[in-house]
């Protein structure tokens, strides 16, 4: 016997180059507005704490936590790389559903900016990295490789940047706020061979947040069940494999969520996915069954990912617009489906949104399938 | 409806200074001894991890983990400061307890030495680190302060040293094995009044490793049977307090765990607990209620914690001797007591273990209760 679970509220910071704010800072400005939003009468309502960083100090979330009062509660900080912050939702969201607390906070926290020069550093162990091999070349290698298997252009890449460049026009927290051409995109400066600086996401600080308890629907028009999450980590790579692009933990993943939550695909009427650089946006919407192995390109061309369209992605403006505080960015996926799902989301909003999902991938190498991925299911049913 | 767990297995590397051992070479050691040890047919059996670190670089618990078969599944990394190893124990217990695993490893990694000179640097948001009020400096300021209250003497911190020293010399895996006096640990370099070096905890390199489960004996009589175990976090420290020595947290924490568990702090046979620096030992026996506040001087001084005394605490040698490679140490404190309470700890052996009790503290600084606290309680009742 499980609980039956929602977002009772959720709250983020700005996201930006925001350096003069320290992580304390900008977890209280997330946490803050979910429990208001949540309506719990204050912090001391919270059961307990799953949190995501990556580069956070060790104990950063008590930190920052303790100040407003969150003590005493057990507080798991959660690194799975760019998917810290869903995969400390999903842990919170399990929590709840086994019965064990009955309010607790999923929280995200990344201060990015002070730290790294425009780019993350490679962490030390990583000796691919030190010569070059990072995230911006390793998906560099994806698109190059998926450009030769399925013909997607550079303008359709290009096409994922114009679209998440003007949603993220609608957002007041995002960290760019202006519209950009195919043109600009692809004469912007080349960061790693097909994919240039506006096909890449930005570093950033900030902190978002949800307050996750046991469905109270009806009574609490506001709350969104939560219908399924699923984590999975990734596979060792065949080397005589072509397909270096992730696509296969994705779509795992997104079949566990989708099994779940008793749905397919096409149910779906928004979705928050990890376009850390715009080839990942083409390949997971593949993955995520909104179109055919290879048309993910014509997918964006269609028009069929745009807030108008049937099936919008990254209204937010994604993480090639919001930015991207890496353990902050899951949280900030889940506040946005909650705005959405509400009907809160203002001039970016989706029309008659009842159903979202949530994809966030962490890691990605080329000699792995990811750290992990984690897929989530929100709405009425 | 709950299910009852046990630890199946458990398993470590050395530990000490082995800089030549990377990350994923110390945790293969610790992964495949505890899978052997839970009879499991190998890696694929594992439904799951949560790992803790400290200092691990993100993705380490995936990177080590691939290349001996744990591939796929959810793979979930925790920080939570010296208790990060614990936490991942408490989780995965949680975890299986909620009926959604069957097979979870939990794991401790931390590489140390090639990192760190000597002692822990200051972390980059750490003001107050930064001017010296590091860990040593924390816990010789709450010596002082114990020892103004209480009146334990010098002599009597010694003896803590001095007993995990010599618990340690029949413990193969330790970092130090020798015995000292008191007489040596008083004349040792002063690190911060009045801790002298062998009253401090070294940094050191290892992994450990248990697999939980549900509970299956009598059928697999070599399953010890996990009855509780209990996670708080810190609390705002009020100023006008002269309490600071973070005995409420242990105290708080320990009460949790022998309720859920039904038992009282006599009828504990055996203790693994956080001897970071030997005052820290002796505020948590008194936490842990083997004495009277104040009286946790004297305890060590009767005999009573030592191997051969009522409740020995530390048969391993503790972080004191065993080394503290922080993420690895809770693993290490669970290997430990299984040993025990199978009768399989060699020379070290307590006579009669039949309830053993494992402690961490995780962080801990002048204002806060620590970072956090698990404590857990083993064995047959």
Known sequence: MTTETAVWGVGTSLFGKQPQL???????VAVLEAIDDAGLAGASAIDAVYAGTVFGDPGVAQRALQSIGVTSVPIITI????ASGTTAFHEARLAV???????????????MTAVFDGAIAPIRSDAEGAQGFAMP???????TRYVHEFGVTSEQMALVSV?????????????????VTVEQVL???MIADPLTLYQCCSIADAAAAAIIGPRRSPSHPRDVPIRSSALRSGKLWDQRSSKVWGWDIVAETAALAYEQAGIGPSDVDVFEVHDAFTIGEIVTTEALGLCELGGGGRLVESGHTSIGGPQPVNPSGGLLSRGHPLGATGLAQIAEIVWQLRGEAGARQVDDARVGVVETMGGGAAGVDGNGCVVAVLGRS
Do not use: D, F
Request: net charge positive; hydrophobic share 30%.
């Open 79 to 82: 690194e799975n790389a760019c």
């Open 97 to 111: 559903e086994s019965g064990r607390y009955e309010r607790v906070l999923a929280l995200g926290i990344e201060t």
């Open 22 to 28: 320290s992580a304390p800072e900008l977890t209280w």
């Open 137 to 143: 070349s390793i998906y560099g290698m994806s698109a």
């Open 187 to 189: 004469a912007s400066r």
């Open 163 to 179: 679209k998440n460049h003007r949603h993220a026009v609608g957002n007041p927290r995002a960290q760019h706020s202006r519209t």
